[in-house]
């Protein structure tokens, strides 16, 4: 839908192909580019007011852009996870006197999930007769 900013018709024959996905009724009663600029002020959850002209809050571009806004805080988390991942898969762990309490944890966790993947794989092969 969100390709079809503007344009009602095309909206509206994707509804008719689509009878049983969810599609944004804001677009079809208010504006056909109502998820870019609100024609009218709507009420979001806990009382909270989105006002006329703004972005709609249900703009997945929107949602998705704050999400990957947030997301940045992590990233030096999820490099050290890769780091340990890849230092498990070659088994070059760094010794425990080495780590850092917080290194110590994200290798604890990288270490159990590369656990339950050989697991994994190792119960695949036995169902499938392979070793």
């Known amino acids: 839908m969100y390709a079809m900013l503007g344009d009602a018709e095309a909206q509206e024959e994707v509804r008719k ?4 996905k969810h599609h944004c009724s804001f677009l079809k009663r208010h504006s056909p580019t109502f998820c870019e600029c609100l ?5 979001g959850a806990e009382n ?19 999400l990957f806004e947030d997301a940045r805080l992590y990233i030096p988390l999820l490099n ?3 780091y340990y991942k890849t230092r498990i898969e ?11 309490p917080e290194d110590f944890i994200v290798y604890s966790i990288m270490n159990a ?9 190792h119960a695949a092969s036995q169902l499938s007769g392979t070793t």
Do not use: W
Request: aromatic share 6%; glycine share 4%; charged share 25%.
């Open 113 to 121: 999930e590369s656990r339950k993947e050989i697991a994994a794989a």
């Open 39 to 43: 024609t009218i002020d709507i009420e």
């Open 17 to 20: 192909a689509n009878p049983d």
């Open 90 to 100: 070659l088994n070059q762990v760094p010794a425990i006197d080495d780590m850092t």
């Open 80 to 82: 050290a996870g890769y």
């Open 48 to 66: 909270e007011v989105f006002s006329k002209g703004t972005i709609c809050p249900n703009n997945p571009y929107h949602i998705e852009k704050e």
